[in-house]
Structure formats: C-alpha cells, structure tokens
C-alpha cells in the first residue's frame, strides 16, 4: 500500500482564490511528521510547512495551512489568494518515527500534484 | 541565506562514463540525502548519511552506484558504468534534528543525460 496518496495529478486555480491540495497518509507509527515540499518549473525543492503527529493545532506558515485530520490521516495543504508564481509541482511527504535510530529521518513522498494558477 | 549546493547542474555523458555528482550541505546539517526523481519513479530515496555514516543506500544499485561522504562538507554520489536508464534529476538534501522537525533542505539538483 502507498503511505502517501496525493488523488490529484492536476488542478486549476483563479488568481486570488484558495486551493486545497489532497494528501493522505498511511502508518501505524503514532509519531509521524507530515511535509509540504513545492516544486517550480525551474527544478528545485522547496519546503513549505510541517505538522507533527502530536500538534494540537493545525500548522501555518504565512498564506500556507495544513488541514490536519488524524482519525481520517488526511493532511492537506491549503493555499490561501493564491498568486501566479503558486503555479508548481507539490508533493505531500512523511518522516515515520522519533528519532531512535537509523531511519528515522527518512521521507516518503507522494507523486506529486500540478498547480496552475490562472490570471 | 544557507543552501545545499550541487554540482554539476547539468551533465551528459555516454553509456558506460563514470559520472560523479558532488553535495555540499548546509553548515551544521548531519544527515544528507541523496534522491532520484524521474517522471515514471518519482521522487526516490536513493542513500543517506548520519553524522558522515551510511545508514542506508538500499535503493541504491549496488554493482554500480556509490555514495560517500569524505568529509563533513562534501558528499559524492557516483555512477559507474553509467547507463541511458541513469538520466533523471539526482538532488541532495541535508537536514538536522536540531529544529525537532527534521524537515530537509534539498539542493538544486543534477539533471543527468546518458546517451
């Protein structure tokens, strides 16, 4: 089974308005770590926001939020008056475990969703 | 404003060169990454190193990629014999478990050609 599943390999936004990107998750691991990495049509990765397992409150990183819901293992990333340069690739990513040993700092991935922002 | 950086940024080779991709992480990160994104694979975690250690290059192929970390400040990933299904965009990534998150902070990549 995939332990990160983003549904969506496309979607379009207006200029202005929000967007929510699905993610969801699998792991019987009660300490986890969720990551938004966004992904521009020049190549590089950048990291946009974390929630923990543990976070009582949903993570928020200027017009980024994390829409974290435990019992349904959703975490989605909503972008708020979304901008053309918000127009990339992003990925839903998880680190499972504390850290207790070797591979407690690895990632796991989605495959990504392709946002189009439009004027 | 601290960044991975690698290099070469770009490189074609022919079938059977040996290729040599380079990692500087940020100061004071000790874990390093390196992955393989293509668009059939994604995004794949291919090594990576604690405190300069190997702690796991099982998505490796081992009789031909190699991962190092000679030192604090450079990590290489090597390819030899390189093959056309090698092209793809190889990143390094470094990360601390300073900042209780471990998020990792990923280079700008080298986008490989074999031919």
């Known amino acids: 089974a995939q332990k990160i599943t983003q549904t969506q390999p496309g979607m379009f936004v207006q200029e202005k308005e929000a967007v929510t990107l699905d993610c969801t998750y699998d792991?019987?691991?009660?300490?986890?770590?969720l990551f938004w990495y966004k992904q521009p049509s020049s190549g590089e990765m950048i990291f946009l926001i974390y929630?923990?397992?543990?976070?009582?409150q949903n993570a928020t990183e200027g017009r980024y939020s994390l829409n974290f819901q435990k019992a349904r293992k959703s975490a989605n990333l909503v972008i708020s008056a979304s901008q053309l340069g918000d127009s990339a690739m992003y990925f839903c990513?998880?680190?499972?475990?504390?850290?207790?040993?070797?591979?407690?700092?690895?990632?796991?991935f989605g495959k990504g969703t392709k946002l189009s922002v439009i004027p | 404003d601290a960044r991975v950086t690698q290099t070469p940024r770009h490189k074609v080779t022919e079938m059977g060169q040996e290729v040599t991709m380079r990692c500087q992480p940020i100061?004071?990160?000790?874990?390093v990454f390196w992955y393989r994104q293509t668009m059939m694979q994604g995004l794949e975690l291919l090594a990576y190193?604690?405190?300069?250690?190997?702690?796991?290059d099982s998505g490796m192929p081992k009789d031909r990629f190699s991962a190092e970390m000679p030192d604090a400040t450079l990590a290489t990933l090597k390819i030899q014999p390189s093959e056309p299904r090698d092209s793809a965009v190889y990143f390094c990534?470094?990360?601390?478990?300073?900042?209780?998150?471990?998020?990792?902070?990923f280079g700008p990549g080298t986008r490989l050609t074999v031919t």
């Open positions: 990534a470094s990360g601390t478990q300073l900042t209780g998150t471990y998020e990792q902070y």
């Open positions: 792991t019987s691991d009660p300490s986890y770590g």
């Open positions: 929630q923990g397992s543990y976070d009582q």
């Open positions: 990513a998880m680190r499972e475990g504390r850290d207790s040993g070797a591979g407690s700092y690895q990632l796991t």
């Open positions: 100061l004071g990160h000790n874990t």
């Open positions: 190193f604690r405190n300069r250690a190997p702690l796991d």
